[in-house]
């Protein structure tokens, strides 16, 4: 049941440290080595491609990023409905990967089998082992997030996003990229996260009193780049799905070309930035949106914000932690807004109007 909670999307977001530790102690062993099945050997692999909706889908193009940047493998991402039809050319050499939380997503489970028979192996990462997308893949990574039972996914994001980390870092470590070394450090910094967690999730009052605010506004804008422009598109899903306000993620670069016409004195500006190498660009973003009197909320770190948080409407403020894997951390501000609007809103945030928990048909 709810355990005390209100609602069981409050009771999934505060589960997370807990989840996304016992995913790490499944598959890293305390030595600082990964545990993983032995199907999971990326020598002569040469491209992944991940395919999945939605949330899902966004935890993908997170981890496009990682596969690129830790591991140098090209990775190709798409959502389902799409691919699907798209019928693209695959490398037999390949993989393809299909995430789900609940494994039954229809446009998921046809994209799995056009991919099969044409990669290497069609692995799955998915909440629920005896579902149908895991019994037809090669492989299927358990996220063990625990059962979800609110529509708007939370826990299972995290849980995805940190099972892709841990395939990413093999993938780099199998390709050389990465020695034990390296691994081991990277590792840490995984589990540091739970910790980290519970800190974000200590900022629910102050967000739920940004919140009161955003619930009067009719446009929201999420900005982020690189591995936090896929968090800027789940802070926006997650925000539209159950408080019903029209939000939209964008790569920070992208405001010039088109979003920056909607800023003014109404919209508020959700920005996204952790102090990576990417911060200044995105900071100038940020600026450009200021003078044009939009509102901004800036989510960085202490550092972050006592750099750029000054003409910024509100700042939140984010432990520090290694930038590469900051959108797992990031991801729980952006649940707790959406969560806070829609109970501003009076809205049914377990049960938003015209969604289903798992889309078995297409
Ligand atoms: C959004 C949400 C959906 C799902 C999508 C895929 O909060 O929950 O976008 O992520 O329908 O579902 P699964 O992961 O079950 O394939």
């Not at 989840?19 to 102690?25: E, M, W, Y």
């Not at 896929?230 to 997650?238: F, N, S, V």
């Not at 996204?272 to 660009?281: E, Q, T, V, Y």
Request: glycine letters at 6%; hydrophobic letters at 50%; charged letters at 20%.
């Amino acid at each position: 049941e709810k355990a005390g909670y209100k609602h069981f999307m409050a009771k999934e977001i505060a589960e997370q440290p807990v989840v996304i530790a016992d995913a790490l102690k499944h598959y890293t062993t305390a030595e600082g080595t990964l545990r993983l099945p032995e199907g999971v050997d990326f020598t002569g692999v040469d491209r992944i491609t991940m395919v999945a909706c939605g949330t899902a889908s966004y935890a993908c193009h997170v981890a496009k990023y990682w596969f690129e940047q830790i591991a140098g493998l090209p990775a190709e991402i798409d959502v389902a409905s799409e691919f699907r039809y798209r019928e693209p050319p695959l490398s037999p050499a390949s993989w393809a990967l299909f995430v789900s939380q609940s494994g039954e997503t229809a446009d998921t489970l046809a994209a799995l089998r056009y991919a099969n028979g044409k990669v290497a192996r069609v692995v799955s990462v998915v909440n629920v082992p005896t579902s149908s997308i895991a019994r037809e893949s090669d492989l299927a990574l358990p996220i063990l997030a625990g059962v979800e039972i609110g529509v708007a996914s939370t826990k299972a994001f995290t849980c995805q996003l940190t099972v892709l980390a841990l395939l990413a870092l093999k993938a780099a470590h199998d390709r050389g990229r990465i020695d034990d070394v390296a691994l081991a450090a990277h590792l840490d910094a995984l589990r540091n996260l739970p910790g980290l967690m519970n800190h974000a999730l200590s900022l629910s009052t102050p967000i739920a009193a940004i919140a009161d605010d955003l619930a009067k506004a009719q446009d929201i804008l999420f900005l982020g780049r690189g591995a936090m422009y896929p968090l800027a598109l789940e802070g926006a899903l997650k925000l539209k799905e159950i408080s019903y306000i029209h939000a939209e993620g964008y790569a920070s670069g992208e405001l010039k070309h088109g979003p920056i016409a909607l800023i003014d004195a109404a919209v508020p500006v959700i920005v996204m930035a952790p102090r990576d190498g990417l911060f200044d660009k995105t900071v100038s973003n940020m600026q450009e949106v200021m003078a044009r009197h939009g509102k901004v909320l800036l989510i960085s770190d202490a550092h972050g914000v006592a750099e750029a948080g000054a003409g910024a409407w509100k700042t939140l403020t984010l432990p520090d932690m290694p930038p590469v894997f900051a959108p797992i951390l990031y991801a729980i501000p952006a649940q707790l807004l959406a969560y806070h609007t829609a109970i501003a809103k009076g809205t049914d945030v377990d049960q938003p109007r015209n969604l289903a928990k798992s889309v078995t048909v297409e």
